[in-house]
């Protein structure tokens, strides 16, 4: 059974940074694509950043220059690193890998921006 572990949400300061981990199962890590995804109360959930199996990241305009997605193949983990964070990164967190019809999810992790 395929997991996706995310960890490293946490309560921080506006301005503050935090980096999120997804460490999953997957056999063959090297050809999913991934994303981080979040989805705040009442909202839907959005793509945040994504990084192809060729390595090629993608941010949606509100994280660029923030957010940085990159993977370790050797540790079959994705991480987001957010920095200077604002309270409207205050979501859920949610990883996932994508292969054609492989779709994975994992359980989630809070990310509070709040002084």
């Known amino acids: 059974q395929v997991q996706l572990v995310e960890s490293g949400g946490g309560l921080v300061q506006p301005g503050g940074s935090l980096r999120l981990s997804c460490a999953t199962s997957l056999t063959f890590f090297g050809i999913y694509h991934f994303g981080w995804y979040r989805q705040a109360p009442g909202e839907k959930r959005e793509l945040v950043a994504g990084i192809t199996r060729f390595g090629v990241a993608n941010y949606t305009d509100s994280v660029k220059d923030r957010f940085t997605i990159y993977r370790d193949a050797r540790k079959k983990t994705v991480y987001l690193q957010m920095n200077n964070l604002e309270p409207d990164d205050t979501a859920v967190y949610y990883c996932?890998?994508?292969?054609?019809?492989?779709?994975?999810w994992g359980q989630g992790t809070q990310v509070t921006v709040s002084s």
């Open positions: 996932n890998a994508l292969y054609g019809h492989n779709n994975f």
